[in-house]
């Protein structure tokens, strides 16, 4: 039997957790799967997979093999590539993780469009409110919104994350605009449970200043804290990559312009460059084409709303 595609059904069963959905997916018979994943086993001399009746999951053994045995199979298209054609299509299982705001307004369209022209790369999306353990979850890449970044793994920085202080229209015409960041005490403030929790990092003309707040909502969900925002709770600190739309359209006003809450990095992170599969690299490279460029493709407001917002600024350039 042909241990190269024994390696191949065996991983996306692991993958799939499903003898059954491995095949109709491979397009073989039950049997055949079943075959394939036993000559596996056979030759590593160990178990890899617990089957019962109602679910397959990977013993200990499975979990370490099933790493090194992607590897041969990255390894072996390797090879393909160098001495094989250089039209290869890109194809394969990719799984990717995010944070559900961000898979939201912007991840989810752009693998979409990643799609449309590599139609035989299937994308496992997972979305997330916390970091993803790339090897325990098996993740392929994944996006991170952050400044302190894995030395272990490997970053390529797609954009910069910057976030507005805002609220709605209703709720600064009732309580009125804060002149300065130290005026945020007196307002309520929605939160990030996990984030900004009880205090908002500004940075003005006099540097980066740390302001204490207080509200009676917080949530780890960043829609959450748009939609409490939009309906006049109070003020919010929102990433522009996710209520861009709302500040065009006015739904949403920016508050203290001058001082502009610490910006992130938004990065694709994953495991190794060696032996990457064709469809990983290339949607790194999609990933930072489509959202690369200062200042980020979300932030680049049209001519109309900046005129219409006068002075008022989202972001700086």
């Not at 392929?140 to 920085?157: G, S």
């Not at 209703?170 to 449970?193: F, I, M, R, S, W």
């Not at 990457?276 to 084409?289: I, M, S």
């Amino acid at each position: 039997m042909d241990r190269l595609t024994a390696l191949r059904v065996f991983v996306d069963v692991a993958e799939r957790g499903s003898l059954s959905r491995s095949a109709d997916q491979l397009g073989m018979s039950l049997s055949m799967v079943s075959r394939h994943v036993a000559a596996v086993e056979e030759w590593l001399g160990t178990r890899l997979l617990h089957r019962t009746t109602r679910r397959i999951s990977l013993s200990e053994t499975g979990q370490e093999a099933l790493a090194r045995c992607k590897l041969m199979l990255e390894m072996a298209q390797e090879l393909e590539g160098v001495v094989g054609s250089r039209r290869r299509e890109a194809s394969g299982r990719l799984r990717v993780s995010s944070s559900p705001s961000f898979a939201d307004a912007q991840l989810t369209a752009a693998l979409l469009d990643f799609q449309k022209g590599h139609p035989r790369v299937e994308v496992e999306l997972i979305v997330a409110d916390r970091p993803v353990d790339l090897v325990e979850e098996r993740i392929d890449l994944t996006v991170r919104i952050t400044n302190a970044l894995d030395d272990q793994l490997v970053a390529r920085k797609l954009a910069t994350c910057r976030s507005v202080l805002c609220a709605s229209p209703g709720y600064v015409k009732q309580h009125g605009a804060p002149p300065t960041p130290e005026a945020l005490a007196d307002h309520n403030c929605v939160t990030h449970a996990y984030g900004s929790r009880a205090e908002y990092r500004l940075r003005g003309n006099e540097g980066l200043v740390t302001v204490p707040v207080k509200g009676i909502l917080s949530s780890n969900e960043t829609a959450v804290l748009r939609q409490a925002a939009l309906a006049g709770a109070g003020i919010a600190m929102l990433p522009t990559y996710y209520v861009a739309d709302d500040l065009n359209k006015g739904a949403l006003v920016p508050l203290l312009p001058g001082h502009e809450p610490e910006a992130l990095g938004i990065h694709a992170v994953y495991l190794s460059r060696r032996f990457q599969p064709l469809a990983l690299r290339l949607l790194v490279e999609w990933l930072a084409e489509r959202f690369g460029g200062e200042p980020a493709p979300w932030d680049r407001v049209p001519a109309a709303s900046a005129r219409a917002r006068g002075n008022t600024r989202v972001t700086r350039n």
